[in-house]
């Protein structure tokens, strides 16, 4: 049996297997099509930024707590003390290889084909909450910061927070084009490094942070996303490379060298 070759990295017009693009891809489509048409169509490679290790440290102890009540088919006693006991971890066979955000093209990830552009979206998420009351899922998605400011509460109204509410309106169009009944709501776990605590943080042995743990509930908006998707389409197959956004930091770095160069 013909295997057939995966279409991913750069875009090859000539390869009709379902171009895979991540959340992430998409995300950067959004915020300048200029940056996403250099990377997927002329391989650029830009600059790299370091990984956020203790984002990624909370997200394993979250998964590794809520895995414990998802064995037990229970929801978690934070959730039960918020008010959120009729929500549990979502058990699938396929769970731990939706988390994978990396290389999901294999069976059982999370991803779909839109098969009117040809595009496969997919990405890893963080966790699944089964309602008890609706028998709904909740999409949920963990974040990590530490504010600033003392006494101050979590929103989802900062401006670069639309990437992440992007993020969850992808994740529920995928999880539903997989057939399962997911809710408009989907909520952010967030962790609050708490830097204005009195409590002690260096040990005569180790040190220890607290965080502070917000629940952030979100109605979901789709409507972007399918003419997003046609748009991304069509800048694959362009010959010409679109303007970058005026906000783009790399347009205008790549403007300013310009100039420069000009002037020498």
């Known amino acids: 049996m013909l295997k057939v070759k ?14 895979e693009l991540s959340r992430t891809r998409v995300e950067n489509f959004v915020r300048c099509p200029a940056c996403f048409y250099l990377q997927q169509v002329k391989k650029v490679t830009f600059p790299s930024i370091p990984g956020f290790n203790i984002n990624e440290a909370t997200d394993v102890l979250l998964k590794r707590d809520f895995d414990e009540c998802r064995a037990k088919g229970a929801s978690h006693p934070f959730l039960k003390a918020q008010g959120y006991g009729h929500l ?31 595009l496969k979206i997919g990405g890893g998420i963080d966790d699944v909450w089964l309602n008890t009351n609706t028998g709904k899922l909740h999409i949920v998605d963990y974040k990590s910061t530490s504010l600033k400011t003392a006494g101050k509460n979590i929103t989802l109204d900062d401006p670069w927070k639309i990437s992440y509410k992007r993020q969850m309106d992808l994740y529920v169009w995928v999880m539903r084009r997989k057939g399962f009944d997911v809710s408009d709501i989907g909520y952010f776990l967030y962790c609050d490094g708490d830097r204005f ?22 109605s979901v908006r789709l409507e972007w996303i399918e003419p997003t998707l046609f748009a991304i389409q069509e800048t694959l197959y362009s010959k010409t490379m679109p303007r970058h956004n005026e906000y783009c930091e790399y347009g205008k770095f790549l403007e300013d060298v310009h100039s420069a160069a000009r002037v020498l």
């Open 88 to 118: 549990i971890p979502f058990d699938h066979e396929d769970f731990d290889l939706w988390t994978q955000s990396l290389h999901f093209g294999a069976k059982g990830r999370f991803h779909t084909i839109h098969e009117e552009t040809n």
């Open 197 to 218: 605590t009195s409590n002690s943080f260096l040990g005569s042995e180790s040190a220890t942070m607290q965080f502070k743990m917000s629940i952030l509930p979100y």
């Open 6 to 19: 995966r279409h991913r990295g750069v875009f090859n017009p000539n390869n009709s297997s379902p171009y």
